[in-house]
């Protein structure tokens, strides 16, 4: 329950990043000995997911509430993952690459996760097939590894990747580390998060090169060894904020942000809505009281503000981004390229007196500034849940977000966040 009109302002730290805690929470399985995680997101994938390794037969420690330490080193069942914990979470696919590579096969039951259209899995079965698996349908997605002289081992190979997917390429680089022989996989994606988690399994012995390009090449271990490690901070909570923080007229420092190249497609994106911010080394401020001015293409043309594979700018801003476009001066077209309904929740910011125009499930028109008004609504995903939320923080009275798990998924104790930082913000069970 929120009272809109109060600004965000203070001093914040971002929180690690959940994409890349969950492969790299995944990873752990690729290790002969234990793993100690430093910054690992309290939130509820990653829960879910250690609960998920910890249900296979993995001893997992939680030293803090930020910290782990997970134990795969003997009493794995590829087999037997909680097909109830997998439903809830689509990170369980990323079990596939680590699980073949260490034990030679896995069953992995339908995962679930956001309702943002298709999410192919077609990748994951490409990566996987060109190191010498072979993929049946059962129930699930079972995968097994060759067999060889000492049981089954999957074998090193050139792939070419028929879309530049995260978590295709994070189940690649998984399985890669543990084949026989060298991999080269190319359109790989170059996420922060698939550079964190290969720099987390470089950490643990694996031989990897072309980090945070599209061609990498890893030389197959025998085995992976334990490590300290601790996760990067997420570029999307630091775009979240940012949002909040403009679109209220408050002065926001977040420190932690992360490094400046994490950062730039989103101060390019949001600076497109007239968004000012302020880099000093790790620590990002946002200015008070901004103007959010669009600013046109030359010539006066409409701007456009699409998505794409890294470097472009973030799908998982996208959400924010038209949530900031409803209180700018002037009109701007979001490009979600990414996923075919990620945009369907602009139906509630309607309802709220944004002016936009869905005109596909890819693109929307927004034109600004609207003065919103509070409204009860339901978040649908993350994402759409944290642009409703700013929406909220920016609108006159009340509103009501139900389905608030979803935000819970990706943002850790946010309405107790919010409140340190001055919004009017309480969660009703």
Same mark, same amino acid.
């Given at each position: 329950?929120?009272?809109?009109?109060?600004?965000?302002?203070?001093?914040?730290?971002?929180?690690?990043?959940?994409?890349?805690?969950?492969?790299?929470?995944?990873?752990?399985?690729?290790?002969?000995?234990?793993?100690?995680?430093?910054?690992?997101?309290?939130?509820?994938?990653?829960?879910?997911?250690?609960?998920?390794?910890?249900?296979?037969?993995?001893?997992?420690?939680?030293?803090?509430?930020?910290?782990?330490?997970?134990? =795969?080193?003997?009493?794995?069942?590829?087999?037997?993952?909680?097909?109830?914990?997998?439903?809830?979470?689509?990170?369980?696919?990323?079990?596939?690459?680590?699980?073949?590579?260490?034990?030679?096969?896995?069953?992995? !039951?339908?995962?679930?996760?956001?309702?943002?259209?298709?999410?192919?899995?077609?990748?994951?079965?490409?990566?996987?097939?060109?190191?010498?698996? +072979?993929?049946?349908?059962?129930?699930?997605?079972?995968?097994? =590894?060759?067999?060889?002289?000492?049981?089954?081992?999957?074998?090193?190979?050139?792939?070419?990747?028929?879309?530049?997917?995260?978590?295709?390429?994070?189940?690649?680089?998984?399985? =890669?580390?543990?084949?026989?022989?060298?991999?080269?996989?190319?359109?790989?994606?170059?996420? !922060?998060?698939?550079?964190?988690?290969?720099?987390?399994?470089?950490?643990?012995?694996?031989?990897?090169?072309?980090?945070?390009?599209?061609?990498? +090449?890893?030389?197959?271990?025998?085995?992976?060894?334990?490590?300290?490690?601790?996760?990067?901070?997420?570029? $999307?909570?630091?775009?979240?904020?940012?949002?909040?923080?403009?679109?209220?007229?408050?002065?926001?420092?977040?420190?932690?942000?992360?490094?400046?190249?994490?950062?730039?497609?989103?101060?390019?994106?949001?600076?497109?809505?007239?968004?000012?911010?302020?880099?000093?080394?790790?620590?990002?401020?946002?200015?008070?009281?901004?103007?959010?001015?669009?600013?046109?293409?030359?010539?006066?043309?409409?701007?456009?503000?699409?998505? *794409?594979?890294?470097?472009?700018?973030?799908?998982?801003?996208?959400?924010?981004?038209?949530?900031?476009?409803?209180?700018?001066?002037?009109?701007?077209?979001?490009?979600?390229?990414?996923?075919?309904?990620?945009?369907?929740?602009?139906?509630?910011?309607?309802?709220?007196?944004?002016?936009?125009?869905?005109?596909? !499930?890819?693109?929307?028109?927004?034109?600004?500034?609207?003065?919103?008004?509070?409204?009860?609504?339901? &978040?649908?995903?993350?994402?759409? *849940?944290?642009?409703?939320?700013?929406?909220?923080?920016?609108?006159? *009275?009340?509103?009501?977000?139900?389905?608030?798990?979803?935000?819970?998924?990706?943002?850790?104790? $946010?309405?107790?966040?919010?409140?340190?930082?001055?919004? &009017?913000?309480?969660?009703?069970?």
């Amino acid at each position: 329950m929120i009272e809109g009109g109060h600004p965000i302002h203070g001093t914040m730290r971002a929180a690690a990043n959940k994409n890349a805690a969950l492969p790299i929470v995944a990873a752990c399985l690729l290790a002969t000995e234990p793993v100690v995680l430093h910054d690992v997101p309290d939130i509820v994938d990653v829960v879910l997911l250690i609960e998920l390794l910890e249900h296979a037969g993995c001893v997992v420690e939680r030293l803090g509430s930020n910290s782990w330490r997970i134990d =795969a080193s003997a009493g794995v069942d590829p087999t037997q993952l909680d097909p109830a914990l997998c439903e809830r979470i689509r990170g369980s696919l990323l079990l596939a690459g680590p699980l073949t590579a260490r034990h030679g096969e896995v069953w992995i !039951p339908v995962p679930g996760g956001d309702t943002i259209g298709r999410r192919r899995v077609d990748t994951h079965v490409i990566a996987l097939e060109s190191l010498g698996a +072979t993929f049946t349908w059962d129930e699930g997605y079972r995968f097994e =590894a060759p067999a060889s002289g000492d049981g089954r081992r999957l074998v090193g190979g050139h792939m070419f990747l028929d879309e530049p997917s995260v978590t295709g390429t994070e189940n690649a680089v998984m399985a =890669a580390s543990l084949a026989s022989g060298t991999t080269v996989i190319e359109n790989a994606a170059c996420e !922060p998060h698939v550079q964190d988690l290969c720099r987390f399994l470089v950490a643990m012995g694996a031989k990897i090169e072309g980090i945070g390009s599209n061609v990498l +090449t890893i030389h197959g271990q025998t085995k992976l060894g334990g490590c300290e490690y601790t996760i990067q901070p997420d570029h $999307i909570e630091v775009g979240s904020f940012v949002g909040l923080a403009a679109v209220t007229g408050g002065e926001l420092i977040i420190e932690n942000a992360g490094d400046i190249s994490q950062l730039r497609p989103m101060l390019l994106g949001f600076g497109k809505l007239g968004v000012e911010m302020e880099l000093d080394g790790t620590t990002l401020r946002v200015p008070p009281e901004q103007r959010l001015v669009v600013k046109d293409d030359l010539g006066g043309h409409i701007t456009k503000l699409e998505d *794409g594979p890294w470097p472009n700018f973030p799908a998982d801003l996208t959400s924010t981004a038209v949530a900031i476009a409803t209180q700018a001066t002037g009109t701007v077209m979001i490009f979600e390229k990414m996923f075919e309904t990620r945009l369907v929740f602009t139906d509630k910011l309607v309802m709220m007196g944004a002016r936009i125009v869905l005109c596909d !499930p890819h693109r929307a028109v927004i034109s600004g500034p609207a003065r919103l008004k509070g409204v009860k609504m339901e &978040s649908p995903d993350i994402r759409a *849940g944290m642009s409703l939320l700013t929406a909220a923080l920016a609108a006159d *009275g009340r509103s009501v977000i139900q389905n608030i798990h979803q935000i819970d998924r990706g943002y850790e104790r $946010i309405d107790e966040r919010l409140r340190t930082l001055g919004a &009017s913000i309480e969660r009703v069970r």
